[in-house]
């Protein structure tokens, strides 16, 4: 099994509509991400959490809400989708010490029509 | 400004052509340089960590080395599974409790037989 779970892997919705991506991980991480990527452009931060009761905002937050349930479980929700909100979106997590890789998870391809 | 840039944004290789991938960052206080690969269809898998100019990592057919501007992946004798998207990613001490990661745009190696 995968150490690092996104669902939906894909998702197809409408301008306006509310959506969660969710995102479970079994490596006993603190720290989790939430990254957009888009054709030709590098990954994107939009939000961090470096504990339970720990969120930060990315370089791309406006839009884009998160919540931390759990040590093992990150969701994002788009509040209002709208298309140039069409990417791959990828969780990851990374171990407490701070100079340590991020393990990232498959991805979820989101299209907004 | 920080910023990744890596080139070239495409490879085509033939299989047993070896070559670099370049990765140049201008950040202050590099804590740590990441590479990763990208299958279609997948998130990114990490390969390789530097943490200081001069140092070196080997995988099978991959080597990463670092400078004080940028750093280099080295493919000898590359194989078609080599081919992949190749991507880095800085990681600077002035961000929060480290964990920001600034990604390159990525390139993309083809190996053919």
């Known amino acids: 099994d995968a150490d690092v779970t996104q669902t939906p892997r894909n998702r197809i919705t409408k301008t306006g509509k509310r959506i969660m991506l969710e995102c479970s991980q079994t490596?006993?991480?603190?720290?989790m991400y939430w990254y957009r990527q888009d054709p030709g452009l590098g990954l994107q931060l939009i939000y961090y959490s470096f504990d339970v009761k720990d969120i930060n905002k990315g370089e791309i937050s406006d839009g884009y809400s998160v919540s931390r349930q759990a040590q093992a479980k990150f969701s994002l929700s788009l509040e209002s989708a709208i298309p140039n909100q069409t990417a791959l979106y990828f969780c990851?997590?990374?171990?407490?010490?701070?100079?340590?890789?991020?393990?990232f998870g498959d991805g979820t391809r989101l299209s907004i029509l | 400004e920080d910023q990744v840039t890596q080139s070239p944004e495409a490879l085509r290789l033939q299989e047993g052509e070896s070559s670099s991938l370049n990765c140049s960052y201008t950040?202050?206080?590099?804590?740590?340089l990441f590479w990763y690969r990208q299958d279609p269809g997948k998130g990114p898998e990490f390969l390789f960590t530097?943490?200081?100019a001069g140092e070196e990592k080997e995988k099978e057919r991959l080597k990463a080395t670092l400078t004080k501007k940028e750093s280099f992946l080295h493919i000898t004798a590359p194989k078609p599974e080599d081919s992949a998207t190749y991507l880095c990613a800085v990681q600077a001490f002035k961000y929060n409790q480290g964990g920001k990661l600034i990604f390159g745009q990525g390139t993309e190696l083809s190996v053919k037989p």
């Open positions: 990851a997590t990374s171990d407490y010490r701070a100079n340590q890789p991020q393990h």
């Open positions: 530097l943490y200081s």
């Open positions: 490596k006993g991480h603190d720290r």
């Open positions: 950040v202050s206080g590099l804590r740590g």
